[in-house]
């Protein structure tokens, strides 16, 4: 192995870079901090309501005890929070995501709630009280799983990109892995990421290369970074090694894009083979009880779907009718499931006939990655009501008609059109070995923003590491990708 690259840091410099990152990451913290607690004093707040609602009183006891009792419960959830580490992860993750929290969020809250009911169920024997009962312990639970995500994710997207200072963000490797993750990182401000440059070795890349390799700790004090992505090997993989461990302290985050990342789901596994570090994926077997689950899921809430929302489509039939002359739903033929042909019902948002004006207007196709899609942001073709059902995708809504007939799904991959589909094959044909759904993985992680090749390759991490949980996590998802019309044209 080469020897190690040592780079002295000045005692003073290092001091100022951890004071900083210090303030950095409390910052972040005590938002976050400050957003649960709002959250959990709703959550009190709506329990109480809804526990006199349902048999008043609600509570029982001097209000003194009850103003003390509740809010001494808020200021504990902080601390429950912290030992399930919900804030110490928030700053060690380089894309914190509040959906991934949830599952430590629900054991924080039952672990919390049974300290509570001891607490209550002990004041009510020995004074009486009645300040927290096993009902409103239930009814906090469903209400802080709603108003604690809700808090944090609207922090995390639109208040902490204005109010905080991004993490500067070094990425080793200006390779295409490295450009990949310079995209995502600029496309997503709520990371709080900024790129500063490359570290790269090959002499043919000039663009945002700020240092070789060999400067790879004097460019993290120089350009004073928080963040290290390591993305490539190239040819100087044990000198990278070197000096990667070098600028690994305290101060520095450290991320690595591993080898065959386009295989890894969220659900992959690492284990550990006498410290060598192993990451396993899961099977790709689907049992037929999952397989029912899922289908009923999808069949409950297309047809709630439906219910629920058809004051919105009959208005939305209107608009189109009163704003141009045609047909209100637009139909065409995609692939299915198998290669199974099935026609998708949309709202219609072109004109009527659009479809035949497709090859004049080739020449001005948006899409990247030299697919077969066609995509144009302002689309001559879309008429002034469809222009604003795009951009809130009301023009989808009619598809749950589709799921509800099993033709789709509420979550899989894009059901392409089919002649856009017949040009997949290879490994990313299997895409098709699920049912295509409303929305999916690339939907949430860019929609029309994502090039073509990787859409393919997003839809077929989702088939090969399927998981009802992922379902819901992508559906949850959607909604912050709808508000926010991200890739929306």
């Not at 969020?105 to 169920?121: C, D, E, T, Y």
């Not at 993290?220 to 190239?234: E, M, S, Y």
């Not at 790709?284 to 489509?313: C, E, H, I, N, Q």
């Amino acid at each position: 192995m080469a020897a190690a690259s040592l780079h002295v840091v000045e005692p003073a410099a290092a001091a100022a870079r951890a004071r900083r990152q210090g303030r950095l990451h409390r910052g972040r913290v005590r938002a976050l901090v400050a957003a649960d607690l709002i959250a959990t004093a709703l959550g009190f707040a709506g329990t109480y309501a809804f526990a006199d609602i349902i048999g008043p009183p609600a509570v029982i006891g001097p209000t003194g005890v009850v103003a003390t009792f509740v809010a001494l419960a808020t200021v504990t959830w902080v601390g429950v929070f912290a030992a399930y580490r919900l804030y110490e992860s928030h700053s060690r993750a380089i894309a914190p995501g509040t959906f991934d929290e949830i599952g430590n969020l629900f054991h924080a809250l039952l672990a919390g709630s049974l300290v509570l009911l001891v607490v209550g169920q002990g004041a009510k024997r020995l004074a009486g009280w009645s300040l927290y009962t096993p009902l409103e312990a239930l009814m906090f639970l469903v209400i802080a799983l709603v108003t604690i995500p809700v808090l944090r994710g609207a922090l995390r997207i639109w208040v902490l990109p204005k109010l905080m200072r991004p993490r500067r963000t070094l990425i080793v490797g200006a390779g295409e892995v490295g450009r990949l993750v310079r995209r995502k990182i600029d496309a997503h401000p709520e990371y709080g990421l900024e790129f500063v440059g490359f570290v790269e070795d090959d002499p043919r890349t000039a663009d945002d290369v700020v240092g070789r390799t060999a400067d790879l700790t004097a460019r993290v004090d120089a350009l004073d970074i928080d963040w290290v992505v390591l993305t490539a090997k190239g040819d100087s993989y044990e000198d990278t090694l070197d000096r990667v461990r070098a600028v690994r302290r305290p101060d520095v985050h450290l991320s690595i894009v591993p080898d065959y990342f386009e295989l890894f789901a969220s659900n992959a596994a690492i284990e550990d083979i006498e410290g060598l570090p192993v990451v396993s994926l899961p099977p790709m077997r689907l049992s037929r009880s999952v397989r029912v689950l899922k289908r009923t899921f999808d069949v409950t809430a297309s047809a709630l779907g439906l219910l629920v929302l058809s004051p919105l489509l009959l208005m939305t039939a209107i608009a189109i009718r009163l704003d141009s002359g045609g047909p209100v739903f637009f139909r065409q033929q995609r692939h299915g499931r198998g290669g199974s042909e099935f026609s998708i019902v949309k709202f219609r948002t072109m004109v009527d006939g659009a479809e035949q004006q497709r090859f004049a207007l080739a020449h001005l196709n948006e899409m990247d990655g030299g697919g077969p899609l066609f995509k144009i942001k302002d689309d001559p073709r879309i008429t002034r009501i469809g222009a604003t059902l795009r951009k809130l995708s009301i023009d989808e809504l009619p598809q749950l008609w589709n799921v509800l007939k099993g033709e789709m799904s509420l979550v899989g991959p894009r059901p392409f059109v089919v002649h856009e589909s017949e040009r997949i094959t290879g490994w990313a044909g299997r895409r098709l070995e699920t049912t295509p759904g409303i929305t999916g993985l690339w939907q949430v992680l860019g929609r029309n923003d994502i090039p073509f090749e990787e859409m393919v390759k997003l839809d077929y991490v989702y088939v090969t590491n399927w998981s009802l949980w992922w379902d819901i996590k992508i559906l949850c998802q959607t909604i912050p990708v709808v508000l926010t019309r991200r890739g929306a044209y």
